[in-house]
């Protein structure tokens, strides 16, 4: 079992910046990925972007590249979103998730077998 505890969340004027930040606890062992997803009110859950656990390959979705940074704490087994630019489209729940088949898609929601609870990220205008 894999416990996922985000954390940072809130509100924020256009423009500015959070870091989200994401907790892992219980298995480690053969951990393939984390990644970040949000859902906005009435649609579906997105990506956002992933990291590879071991060797640390980043992906990140058009809508957030070159704005948001995925990176990652092996020792603390954290992981982390940096949100610069900020717009009130970014407004959603952002989940984080984590991924034990290596080589799986990434961008993909059925890659991943463990979900955080979600933080609510609100961007004002």
């Known amino acids: 079992q894999v416990q996922l505890v985000e954390s940072g969340g809130g ?18 062992f053969n951990r393939y990925a984390m ?4 859902q906005a009110p009435g649609k579906e ?9 071991n060797v ?13 940074t995925i990176s990652k704490d ?3 087994n954290t992981v982390y979103l940096q949100m610069n ?5 970014d407004t959603a729940v952002y989940y984080c998730a984590a ?3 290596a080589g799986s ?3 993909q929601r059925s890659s991943y077998d463990y979900w955080g609870q979600g933080t609510q990220v609100t961007v004002s205008s």
């Open 99 to 101: 991924d034990h088949r």
């Open 74 to 76: 092996n020792a603390k």
């Open 85 to 89: 630019s900020l717009k009130p489209e």
């Open 35 to 38: 990644g970040w997803f949000r």
């Open 11 to 28: 509100l924020v004027q256009a423009g500015g910046s959070l870091r989200l930040s994401c907790a892992a606890s219980g298995r480690t």
């Open 45 to 53: 859950r997105e990506f956002v972007a992933a990291v590879t656990w």
């Open 105 to 107: 898609l990434l961008r």
């Open 56 to 68: 640390g390959i980043t992906y990140y979705s058009d809508s957030v590249k070159g704005r948001f």
